[in-house]
């Protein structure tokens, strides 16, 4: 059964700071995702990871793929109050989410 | 174009009554998919149709749930005689096809189960 671990659950970081996400999963997969969730909201998808060292980057954002390791990053560059939200790493086609990460940027 | 849509926004039942749950994908799109998530979770699969054939419905919790799409683009998630236990945002989402990777989601129906 795959089961995907996100770690930390909880992250509280000052404005400008940075931090990575991680997200581990438990057997072999050909992609993995990372998706946003504002309180209240859907899903928005951020980045989609198809190879073993894909690197995406969207703004502050950058998302990597170790296939080998099983392991996926989500990297926070100088965060702002914006990013405030709960990231979610989910693996294969019938999406395994993670438990995500709820994210709090204070200024 | 349009997203994915769902409606209701929001339902409330009684313990025992049953509900149904719409989905409406982005047009064209061949594979829809279904997924619980519980407060303070992440949400987890339901169930999978490509175009009206219902591929997989492991993730389903009990036979009280059943999805339809029968003419390959809407689809309806119904749950008889709910629980307590239901109470939970189910979402909806579609992507272009097996081969596309990428799923879009709707907005979601919060059901609460009194």
């Known amino acids: 059964e795959l089961k995907v671990e996100q770690n930390p659950l909880f992250l509280s970081m000052q404005e400008g700071k940075n931090y990575t996400i991680y997200c581990n999963y438990s057997?072999?997969?050909?992609?993995l995702y990372w998706y946003r969730q504002d309180p209240g909201k859907s899903l928005e998808s951020l980045f989609v990871?198809?190879?073993?060292?894909a690197v995406k980057q969207e703004g502050r954002l950058m998302a990597s793929l170790d296939t080998k390791a099983r392991l996926s990053t989500l990297h926070i560059t100088a965060a702002v109050h914006d990013l405030s939200a709960t990231y979610f790493c989910?693996?294969?086609?019938?999406?395994?989410f993670g438990k995500g990460t709820k994210l709090t940027v204070n200024p | 174009g349009a997203g994915v849509s769902q409606s209701p926004r929001y339902k409330v039942a009684k313990r025992g009554q049953d509900v149904a749950l719409r989905c409406d994908p982005i047009?064209?799109?061949?594979?829809l998919f279904w997924y619980q998530q519980a407060l303070g979770q992440g949400p987890e699969f339901l169930t999978y149709?490509?175009?009206?054939?219902?591929?997989?419905k492991s993730g389903l919790p009990s036979d009280r749930f059943f999805a339809e799409r029968p003419e390959g683009s809407v689809s309806t998630l119904k749950i008889q005689r709910t629980q307590q236990e239901d109470s939970a945002v189910y979402l909806c989402?579609?992507?272009?096809?097996?081969?596309?990777?990428?799923?879009?989601f709707g907005p979601g129906t919060r059901l609460t189960v009194t």
């Open positions: 989402a579609s992507s272009r096809g097996t081969g596309s990777y990428e799923q879009y």
């Open positions: 057997t072999t997969s050909d992609r």
């Open positions: 990871l198809l190879s073993n060292g």
């Open positions: 989910a693996v294969d086609w019938e999406l395994v």
């Open positions: 047009s064209g799109h061949v594979s």
């Open positions: 149709f490509q175009n009206e054939a219902q591929l997989d």
